[in-house]
């Protein structure tokens, strides 16, 4: 056993030693395998970014009414009287939503429109999200922060801007006033939400919001903070049962994570197909490699072998060195795909809403892994043939021909 | 072609590089064909759009809708020559998910919206009967095709903006027609009565979503523009006219740079593939150089080796090449990869050419350096390393 292991590390010693002789085929190898997962994690970044973006939006403690049958926030009309039942039902948290007022149901019922602004890198314009919101949208959205600027006074034409939408689109920074329709908007502050999608998003008073888009006394969805993610069943169950209402009640938390479907099945639908022709590619570019390393050690393995190594030394020895070359293509892969896109920020239409979400490409460790494994399997099924071949190779015949 | 069999006998020297080489070539071309068709697909409708086709949308947005009095006043309009309308409707069929994701539902005006899009090919017959048929609607082939549905087909369709006055969510439709048209054109569309759909619904009749509007003069669409939302200026509801291409292009940008995302992914293709078929073929050569040097002293002439080194890089990156395009296109043809999220998928015949030409630039560039080594070549230095 002892002699085999050293057996093999001396073969594998030398093939891995030998590799800067066969530097150009090798080098190809390497940056094949490195494009292929450079390429499969950048696409699937997308995804995971777009992912995260809608998915860390909502809590599980938050409650999304919208009328039955509704596909999403776009798609939903509650009028008002119904919005007052829904504020009236259990297991709503209470709590006073400003300074020294006394404490109500933390329920806030919103609006979503669309409005168009340019985008910065194109001048283009796209479908900004607006959003009116009552008070009690700041209580059931903790990881909301202002950074910079001041909230908006409810009953005036001002605007809080999501900062993914500020650095966007254009005329959104503090101090700036926007034209929507007939009214002038003044942007009193800019906020984060810990990479949600409210920070896609342009916030204003609800009430304000109603009269310029003539919306009457409706909106779209109530959001209901609850006293504890638990309350959500009985939350749900009152408002399904009241036969004055005929509305759908969701987690939060639910609703964004379905989201976003078309976008997402349109990537994993391309970069499926992409990985899986780059990957077919790369591996035959693998296979030439290895074969021509093997030629190149015909003589060298041919002399191991009549000194007594083992084929499978020859097959380890082989195949260390394709795995090797894939691994360190991978590295540099997955390196260049970090370096490159990784918090690449972009923005790009939501189907559902209509509406754009900004979002960071996001380049996490499992993806890196994904990446690192395919090439791996790309390094095996490159390297076992030739290594076959090599194990094979009759030892007086190699001697001869080398 | 008296070297043929040197040729062929140079590639079949090491069989298992030449497939292996051949073969990456050809996933590199399918690739290609893909991309170009993705590229078509996030840009759909920019390059085909009509010149003499205007789109009054609100001014704020376009999901906006804008009263069905504007029609008359836009007819009136000095250099239009007809107006038609749609709205969204954006109902579901079957299964929430993924029931109706990728169609186009819209009522709108039979007569005038078909005459607008005279690249909709409809038979006479159906055109009538979809006209006739209050309930009547007429479908895209894509679409048809997808749900397995044929003329007189009922087909129930949820709506979620738009319920019936009795309450009911549920529209049913008559499938009278079934529209195609060549490949540029959006065969997914699902279209029918405004009438119909006006009378019935809860609230908002008398609104439309957006005006499509043919001119006489595509020079004039500018000012064409201005002049119609001159019309509705201060008016609750203000307009935005542009171009049809303007509008597809703006649709594209909202989708943001994937386009050039795609772009960065074809080079990076490009850059491997290069590396790998000029290597392989530099490598043939420097194996050859005995033989090579004993070409040069039978007396081949220096470009005689320099072309032969060349042609045989171009006969496998020509058969490769052409193999993975013709892949490629027969695989586009037979339908997006996404399950229809991507309404218009074919591979333009531009790419295609530019895919031939690539295909020719690849074996010169592979070709060039061994080609050019294998020329440079003195033959006592050749024999002597040998």
Known sequence: MLKWLSQVFAVTGTALRTIPQRRGPSLATVVGIAGVVAVLIAVLSIGEGFRKTLQTAGSPQNALVMRAGSDSEMMSVLVGDSVDIIAQAKGIARGSVRAGEAAVPLSSAELFVVVDCPKKTTGTPANVPLRGVQPAAFAARPELKIIEGRPFEWGKNEILVGDGARKQFRGLDVGSQVKWGENVWTVTGIFTAGGAVWESEIWTDARVLQPSYRRGNSFQTVVARLESPEAFDAFKDSLTKDPRLDVMVQRESEYFGNQGRTLQAIIRGLGFILAILMGIGAVFGALNTMYSAVAARTREVATLRALGFGRVAVVVSVMAESLVLALVGSAVGAALAWLIFDGYRTSTLNFDTFSQVTFAFDVTPSLVVQGIVFALVLGFVGGVFPAIRAARLPVTAALREA | ?386
């Open chain 2, 1 to 386: 072609m008296k070297f043929w069999p040197l040729l062929w006998s140079n590639l079949k020297r090491r069989k298992a590089r030449t497939i292996f080489t051949l073969l990456s070539i050809v996933v590199a071309f399918i690739l290609f064909a893909y991309l170009a068709a993705v590229r078509i697909a996030f840009s759909a409708g920019v390059e085909v759009a009509g010149a003499d086709r205007l789109f009054t949308t609100h001014k704020t947005s376009i999901i906006q809708p804008l009263p069905k009095s504007y029609q008359d006043q836009i007819a009136r309009t000095p250099g239009v020559v007809s107006v038609t309308h749609a709205s969204w409707f954006g109902g579901i069929y079957q299964n929430p998910n993924t029931g109706f994701q990728g169609v186009f539902q819209a009522p709108v005006e039979p007569e005038s919206y078909l005459a607008m899009y005279p690249e909709f090919k409809v038979t006479v017959a159906e055109k009538k009967a979809w006209a006739d048929d209050r309930e009547g609607v007429l479908v895209g082939e894509t679409t048809a095709r997808r749900y397995g549905w044929k003329v007189g087909d009922r087909v129930p369709v949820q709506g979620t903006i738009w319920r019936k006055k009795d309450g009911s969510k549920v529209w049913e439709f008559n499938v009278r027609g079934i529209y195609t048209g060549d490949k540029t054109v959006d065969k997914t569309q699902f279209l029918f009565h405004y009438d119909y759909f006006d009378e019935a619904r809860q609230y908002g009749q008398g609104i439309v979503g957006w005006y499509i509007v043919r001119i006489a003069d595509p020079k004039q669409a500018a000012d064409i523009g201005k002049k119609i939302d001159a019309n509705f200026a201060n008016s609750p509801a203000e307009t935005k006219t542009v171009t049809e291409k303007a509008l597809a292009q703006g649709f594209a940008d909202q989708i943001g740079n994937i386009g050039a995302i795609i772009q960065w992914i074809l080079a990076a293709v490009f850059f491997t593939l290069l590396l790998v078929t000029g290597n392989t073929i530099a490598q043939s050569v420097r194996e050859r150089t005995a033989e090579l040097a004993v070409l040069k002293t039978v007396g081949f002439s220096n470009g005689a080796v320099l072309a032969l080194v060349l042609v045989e890089a171009l006969v496998l990156t020509i058969v490769g090449g052409g193999l993975g395009l013709a892949i490629g296109a027969a695989a586009i043809a037979a339908g997006d990869p996404t399950h229809g999220f991507l309404p218009i998928f074919y591979l333009p015949s531009r790419d295609a050419i530019v895919g031939i030409l690539f295909v020719v630039l690849l074996g010169l560039v592979a070709g060039i350096l061994p080609a050019v080594q294998a020329m440079r070549l003195r033959i006592v230095d050749a024999l002597r390393r040998a």
